[in-house]
């Protein structure tokens, strides 16, 4: 059996990270003597320029609480003026404020503050593009920003002086399919990918080109060497491949408007698999097993141009894979051959964030879904001749993959940013068609096409295939 491509769940990164923060303060706005009616919303405009302004303070929140426990702002480096005039306009009503003032017993309360003219967010984010190797987007951040009465003023008839504190940041959006960190871009591997329903003595090769992969927007290359060895006269096997990829997308590079993938070299999750026969006849055989995959793939990260990292996925999990097979040939030309499996992971993946450009922070974990595969294979020989010299048979033959995620991996966050399977379980139908040419009884060559059937959950276009088989006795 050659077997389709299956690239795992469908992973998905989205959201924004904010990487600079500056201020805009206008202070020493004073409010009107005789104040606008009750329902209307306040507006001051005074001279400017407006200084832009570079500090630790993060939000209006802080200043809050660092005024109300009696202490002073830290310091501030000046970034930039805004040749406008000072101004704010409130977002809530006179009699709201009014209200908002009397209700708390302590000063320094917030005035929110509808989002300042135009001219404030180009003056900031010009300094934001010339200090910053990373394009971004510049956002008022209005959770961020507000008003407060100088000196503590817990009330407003008329006169006060008001401090607005507007506050920007430098934000990088990402909103992109990564690969999944269970088997780190290389696809997940099962036993009907060039497997065997019987015991077998053999080594072998395959070969993958899978076109236009979802989590990496282009071609992937695989090649897959392995061997297989059997014990008590063919009772049992061991068998072991080593994936690996010349183009593999688990580096991504973002410079805030684009990402683009690194094609690397890379090697994927080493697969064992024990498979037993478990019964026999002239004419059927039926066997069973447990796959081992083992974690040996690489972490998928998304890092910024200037390599500040923005996310990492670790590939923790060991996954459990157990299947049974079946052969079934009536005479001596036709035959059938499956493998049900299920595929479970013994534990969740590390993720790993930096919504802020403080770092990467463990964000959570997220789990690979457990998945039921089903495959089946019909074919015949086509041709055959056992005491030719070359060629002994031709065989084509054709195949039917349903791949089924029984739960989903779920969804991490940290800030405004996300990772996680945002669309839900998975059911995929591939099919193939291939064409196997057999040497002297021994050695077999394979050359396949498999092409995805479904068209709403497509993780690749097609893939073309080469298997090499040798057996060995």
């Not at 702002?73 to 805004?82: D, F």
């Amino acid at each position: 059996m050659v077997g389709d491509f299956f690239g795992g769940s469908n992973i998905r990164a989205r959201g924004s990270a904010s990487f600079d923060r500056l201020f805009v303060y206008a202070d020493d706005l004073d409010a009107p003597a005789t104040l606008p009616p009750g329902n209307s919303i306040m507006s001051i405009s005074e001279s400017g320029p407006v200084g832009i302004f570079d500090t630790s303070l993060m939000s209006v929140q802080q200043a809050q609480s660092i005024f109300r426990g009696g202490g002073t702002l830290p310091g501030v480096t000046l970034a930039g003026t805004i040749s406008a005039n000072a101004s704010l306009t409130t977002s809530d009503t006179i009699s709201q404020i009014q209200s908002q003032l009397a209700s708390t017993p302590q000063g320094y309360d917030i005035v929110l503050l509808q989002t300042p003219s135009g001219t404030y967010a180009a003056a900031v984010d010009s300094i934001f593009q010339s200090r910053n190797t990373v394009a971004g987007t510049t956002v008022y951040n209005s959770s961020a920003s507000g008003a407060m009465i100088q000196g503590g003023g817990d009330s407003l008839n008329g006169g006060e002086d008001l401090d607005a504190y507007y506050f920007y940041d430098h934000v990088i959006n990402v909103d992109t399919a990564i690969a999944d960190a269970a088997n780190g871009s290389v696809g997940s591997l099962k036993i009907a990918e060039g497997g065997s329903v019987l015991p077998q003595d053999r080594v072998f090769f395959r070969y993958s080109y899978i076109g236009d992969v979802a989590y990496g927007g282009g071609g992937l290359s695989r090649f897959t060497p392995g061997f297989e060895k059997s014990f008590l006269n063919q009772l049992v096997s061991f068998e072991v491949r080593l994936p690996f990829v010349a183009d593999a997308a688990t580096n991504i590079t973002a410079d805030g408007r684009s990402l683009s993938t690194n094609s690397d070299a890379k090697v994927g999750n080493v697969m064992m698999y024990f498979k037993t026969l478990l019964l026999e006849s002239t004419n059927y055989a039926i066997s069973g097993g447990l796959g081992l995959a083992l974690p040996s793939a690489e972490s998928i990260e998304i890092n910024l141009s200037n390599g500040s990292p923005l996310l990492r996925v670790a590939n923790d999990s060991v996954q459990i894979q157990p299947f049974l097979g079946g052969l079934y040939m009536p005479g001596d030309k036709w035959f059938a051959q499956g493998f049900t499996q299920f595929s479970f992971a013994t534990s969740d993946n590390t993720v790993y964030l930096n919504p802020d450009g403080n770092g990467l922070q463990q964000a959570g974990s997220i789990s690979d879904p457990s998945y039921l595969f089903a495959d089946l294979a019909v074919g015949c020989f086509a041709y055959r001749n056992d005491q030719a010299d070359y060629l002994t048979a031709i065989i084509p033959t054709l195949e039917v993959h349903q791949t089924t995620s029984l739960d989903d991996a779920g969804s991490v966050s940290a800030g405004n940013l996300q990772l996680g399977n945002f669309s839900g379980t998975t059911s995929i139908t591939s099919a193939v068609l291939a064409t196997t040419f057999e040497f002297g009884l021994h050695t077999h060559l394979t050359a396949a096409y498999a092409f995805p059937v479904t068209s709403n959950e497509r993780q690749y276009d097609g893939a073309f295939r080469i298997q090499y088989n040798r057996a060995l006795r």
